[in-house]
RNA sequence: GGGGUCGUAGUUCAGCUGGUUAGAACGCCUGCCUGUCACGCAGGAGGUCGCGAGUUCGAGCCUCGUCGACCCCGCCA
């Protein structure tokens, strides 16, 4: 058995990271956990870390039989300190690789801290399947991966404090346990004890807060803040999420895109990245046009063309049918796909495509003087011209086509399009990072399922005054001052500047089809808040573990969150949630339906 | 709510057309080794093939169900 040992009058004297060439003939006192030893019978090397890295330790039998015979029994993950004599290694086995490989230090006394266990996995080893690594995240938090990880992350959040605050903004927090409001998400939902058959909604985000820090004169407010929402999860969204949330009076949005490519730049700079500032801009229209998102990732080509004229005066019956509906038919060209695209990978390619709705995706192969595809025989000669003058192809590219209603064929083929970036590595020679403003959102938009017209961002998101008058007769052209920053195709941040004019935001409740009694009801407190003064203001809110992961080089926000759930939303390493016992039940008046 | 991939030793994986005693690497254990850093050498232990049914003379492999992880659609103002 390995004898325990409490730290007693030990104090350590640095990191074992930063044990230096300096340190030459110093006794220095180290704590942390053995990771690989290496036993040479005689000599024993120890590579001693802690979160600033490794150092070699060495148990020599020339020091003492004893410490020599307990160097030997240590093992993987044991906590130990030692207090040892730093020398240079001697000439020829230095370590380049490593940061202290120039010296090492010689164990003269050693505590042992803890033992471990044998590690479920190696912490050296890169390919781990994510549920062991959930289940002790504590050990996976170890790895050089997380260390990274977190520490970067770190640094990004010290940084948003330090030029917002250099900016003049607030640090304020707002509640957590709020009221359920109908707009968006899905809440969490809380009981309240002391009020029976109540409930608190855990905050989606403070937008509401945040207005009401407008009116109380905070001038610029932002918060870094967890934010709940009880939807299905996916590698980029979690249950709770981190976000910089920021709110500015007396500005337009020209003022809050300016901060916002500061902050970005700044909280690139601590990963040492430079970007690009001001960000390209693209309106909301001409992404979807273009790209066929509003998320665009325009660091590559494969834009989508609209074909519809040509498709009308071709013979096909399938554009016809979707012509016919109101759909449209639009098509890209995969430079070079008549060769890199099987008919294999074309059928898979049409099986991704019915994901999203659509009914097929056709596909024309352009030769040098003819086009070959099982439809080609639908077009007249002049119409194939006009379509390869469109779609700018040349010998050997591929024309793959969508048609179906609008919705669903900006969707298939702009997703289509993000595939084939990825699958044909158009994506490897690109700027690291792409960031783009979205701009001239739409206010509403209709919503086929639920047959009425629905709030494209949020319902205190401000119209552009030139639409006002749209509000209406067409209340779907009505443009609104949102904005959307995207990175590398990703939704990062969104932002509006907000209606602060109580009689404008009823206005625009109204044309939603909701009555004064129900948005009383529902956001009355807004409402009464807007009489008091409100100051024109506006914010924006950045999805900060995305910005992370993807800052990072990560796929998935799960690596940059020390504790994240699965997507079933469990906690692996606590098994939350869990069932709770009768006694707490009763006190809230819950009783289980099961 | 739906579609898909995966689940075999502690870990990462292989396991052919259903056929003898389920393999490899790393890790782990024992021994040897005084300059390694992916140390080396010799030996060894370790398996509910996720779980439950079914088909079959026989199932890790086929079928159905179920559980879990992941990816996607819907959903996420």
Redesign the pocket.
Known sequence: MTKIEGLGDWKRTQYCGEVSDKEIGNTVTLMGWVR?S??????I?I?LWDKTGIV?I?F???VSAEIHSRG?SL??EFVIAIKGNVRP??Q????T??PT?KI?V?VDEMKVLNESE?????L??E????????KYRYIDLRRERMQKNLLLRHKATQETRKFLTEKGFLEIETPFLARSTP????DYLIPSRLNPYSFYALT??P??FKQLLMVGGADKYFQLVRCF?D???????QPEFTQIDMEMSFVEKEDIMEISESLMKRIFETAGHKIKTPFTKITYDEAISRYGVDKPDIRFGLELKDITDIAKQTDLKIFHQVLEKGGIVKAINVSGGAETLSIKVRNDLIEYIK???AGGLAWIEVKADSCHSPIVKYFKEEQLNRLKEVLGTKAGDLILIVADNKQITN?ALG?LRMKLAEDLGLLKDVEPFSLVWVIDFPLLHY?M?ENKL???????TSPVEEDLKYLDSEPEKVKSKAYDVVLNGTEIASGSIRLHNRALQEQVFKTVGLSKEETEEKFGFLLEALKYGAPPHGGIAFGFDRLMAIMMGE??I?DVIAF?????G?C?TTKAPSSVNEKQLKELHIKLDK
């Open positions: 690989t290496r036993d040479h019978g005689g000599v090397f590579d070699q060495v020599s039998p020339q030997a093992k993987s290694r001697p020829g086995t230095e370590n690789a490593l490989g090492e010689v044998t590690p479920p996995f190696e050296d080893e390919q781990i399947g994510e549920e062991v690594r959930l707009e968006g998400a899905r989606q985000s937008q509401l929402r939807e299905d999860l996916r590698k980029d969204r994901g999203f709705g969707t997703s919503s399922e629905e709030f494209a961002h949020h319902p205190f796929d998935s799960r994240p759930k699965t997507q079933k469990i692996l």
